[in-house]
């Protein structure tokens, strides 16, 4: 089905995840997951670079361990961040692939096709949003370019616009960035609709990140009335407790170090989440590793009880991080009506059980799928913006940090602009006056965090006021307006007091934010990186066909080939050894059409033949 004026293409939503992604659509009323071609409802967040091509999905991450220095994950607790975060340079020490972290900006290096490249967070993003669109665009059979993506609620503002450039990379038009605990909000929700009030917990602990966020449901409305989280705590952090525990074990009984051996970490890595998923079911499971580590084999067995010990202490700081939600909505424990459960980490029995702990036993909610939810939210709010659906709520959220200013007479302190927790969209302002005769310019640093001092939040980076208008100093004044969108993403404006016309105002030194001329040469990169896989894909197909001939041809010849004269016999059977072995020698870079030209020239060969070979069945050998 190709979209027309009548009939619009479908808008879709991406779960833009730190380990899986998933993608959903709205069609005629309904919200559907959309499978990819392995009949998975969800896709690892995995991007591998190989000798040959590019690999994204399921296949990147099967190499994984063969391959550990080209193989990316966790991109999402790359995004937006500074080569000096202190988390970020935590999850380096872990990560068997390269970041430079020598500018501003990380870079992950791989080697690709015999080259070293380098690609920021946003480009390794957009080759998971451009498989995702795929997966929808197969099923759908149309073109899909609208998309609401979503991110965690604790995503700064670098952050939410890296993620809306990534998706610009990708071809995309990002309609909105929403939070995934309020797309999970409105899952729940439209399942549920009613008019009574409700008053929701989301708690969210995926992969990588973990948000709670309060919303009140109430006549097809979604109210966000405080939210808190950690985006570097998730369920790769209690891998890494597993692994950790692990490589001291191996180096403590064995006297192996396997910790700078990447290729063994990953074979590790994978056991230790197949065993945490198990745990969420049975009390032990076993970890069995063939040739770890120059050929040592490693099993062992690991307990529940032992595995929760391991993350005791991240467990508790998901309950603090949902306390103070409720305190920054000024609710209690009581007024909370249900605890929704999203995420696959939430999944885990001690999380469950020590959640129920704060709330005095409340029935947690599980009738919503947790790897799907958030996707499926994200689905229905791109039906209701893009009008190609008959759905209808709205949606009311909040900003998740305090925006503020340097304060001129005390650079120390951050004159809040806007509190945490605001509902967006939202503007506020601040009469400024110079602080100098004559002064004619001005900056002022933008900071985004909890305190009331500098030195404790995040800077956004220097906004540049031009043309004010000279005089004594305190007489000139301006009125800055801070903007924050839908999206959760800021801009600011000056206002001229005597006209009230507004002008944006430069934004100088946006710490790591990608400018417009650098997200058009990545559009242009990630369009060959799509010419490069799509000729891949030809050349794949066109080896495939023929070595499926070849086979079939190989089977007829030894099954029915007395059918036929001997020295026929020979001939097809000498034009078949050769073909393998030609296959084998340009199995790697030989181009489709080559595949193609030694497809025909063996079948002018053996098709002569296949019809006086063939039991009278009716079917011809080179129908492939």
């Known amino acids: 089905m190709q979209a027309t004026a009548e009939t619009p293409s479908p808008a879709i939503g991406i779960d833009l995840g730190t380990t899986y992604s998933c993608v959903a659509v709205c069609q005629n009323g309904r919200v559907e997951i959309i499978p990819n071609d392995h009949g998975n409802r969800t896709t690892p967040s995995c991007v591998a670079f190989t000798p040959t091509g590019r690999l994204i999905g399921e296949a990147a991450k099967y190499q994984a361990d063969i391959n550990p220095s080209n193989t990316i994950f966790d991109v999402k607790r790359l995004i937006g961040r500074k080569s000096n975060d202190e988390a970020l340079l ?44 795929e997966i929808a665009e197969a099923y759908l059979g149309t073109s899909v370019k609208d998309v609401v993506v ?23 038009n990002v309609m909105r960035i929403i939070n995934e605990p309020t797309a999970a909000a409105i899952a729940y929700g439209l399942n549920r609709m009613t008019y009574d009030r409700k008053n929701v917990l989301v708690f969210n602990l995926g992969g990588g990140t973990f948000d709670v966020s309060l919303v009140i449901i109430e006549n097809a409305k979604f109210e966000v009335k405080s939210v808190s989280g950690d985006t570097n705590l998730g369920g790769r952090d209690f891998d890494n407790r597993i692994i950790e525990h692990y ?37 032990s499971t076993s970890i069995v590793i063939d040739d770890l580590f120059e050929g040592f084999d490693f099993s062992s067995t690991i307990t529940r009880g032992h595995f929760q010990k391991l993350n005791m202490e991240l467990f508790e700081e998901c309950l603090c991080l949902c306390c103070k939600c409720l305190v920054d909505a000024n609710f209690d424990e009581d007024d909370i009506n249900e605890i929704l459960l999203v995420g696959g980490s939430s999944r885990i029995p ?13 029935e947690l909610c599980k009738s919503i799928n947790p790897d799907e939810a958030v996707a499926y939210g994200a689905a229905a709010q791109a039906a209701v913006l893009s009008g190609t659906d ?108 005597e006209t009230g016309s507004t002008n944006g105002i430069p934004f ?47 089977d007829m010849l030894r099954d029915h080939g007395k ?62």
């Not at 006297?255 to 969420?280: D, P, Q, T, V």
């Not at 001690?350 to 409340?362: A, D």
């Open 390 to 497: 008959h759905m209808s709520f709205s949606v009311v959220d909040v900003t998740p940090y305090s925006l503020g200013i340097e304060d001129c007479y005390d650079p120390e302190d951050k004159g809040v602009m806007i509190p945490r927790n605001t509902p967006i969209p939202t503007r506020m302002q601040k009469l400024l006056c110079t602080t100098e005769d004559n002064q004619c310019t001005a900056s002022f640093k933008v900071f985004e965090g909890w305190g009331s001092k500098v030195k404790d939040n995040y800077s956004l980076g220097v906004f540049k006021l031009p043309n004010i208008a000279p005089g004594h100093k305190g007489v000139p004044k301006v009125n800055i307006c801070f903007e924050i969108d839908a999206d959760g993403i800021l801009k600011c404006f000056n206002q001229e007091l």
């Open 563 to 624: 059918k036929i004269k001997l020295k026929d016999r020979r001939k097809m059977s000498k034009a078949i050894e050769k073909t393998m072995l030609w296959i084998d020698w340009n199995y790697l870079h030989t181009e489709a059409w080559t595949f193609e030209e030694k497809m025909r020239e063996l079948q002018s060969i053996c098709d002569p033949l296949v019809a006086s070979m063939r039991p009278n069945d009716g079917a011809g050998a080179s129908g492939t």
């Open 247 to 283: 490589v001291t074990e191996i180096q403590r009984k064995y006297g192996k170090n396997i910790r700078e051996n990447y290729r063994a970490i990953e074979k590790l890595r994978a056991a230790c989440e197949r065993a945490k998923r198990i745990l969420s079911t049975a009390t």
């Open 150 to 172: 979503t991110v965690p609620a604790y995503f700064n503002n670098v952050q939410r616009q890296a993620t809306k450039d990534a998706g610009t990379i990708a071809g995309l």
């Open 350 to 362: 001690m999380v469950q059980q020590l959640l129920q702990g704060v709330f005095c036993g409340k």
């Open 90 to 133: 935590k999850d380096m020490k872990r990560w068997p692939f390269k970041v430079n972290a020598e500018e501003i900006r990380p870079k992950i290096v791989v080697t690709y096709k015999g080259e070293e490249k380098s690609f920021v967070a946003e480009e390794i993003s957009a080759m998971i949003l451009c498989r995702m669109t």
């Open 508 to 554: 100088l030194n946006q710490c790591g934010r990608l400018s417009e001329k650098e997200v058009d040469k990545m559009m242009q990169d990630a369009a060959k990186f799509k010419l490069e896989d799509d000729w891949q894909g030809l050349r794949v197909k066109a080896r495939n066909d023929l070595e499926n001939y070849t086979k079939t041809i190989a």
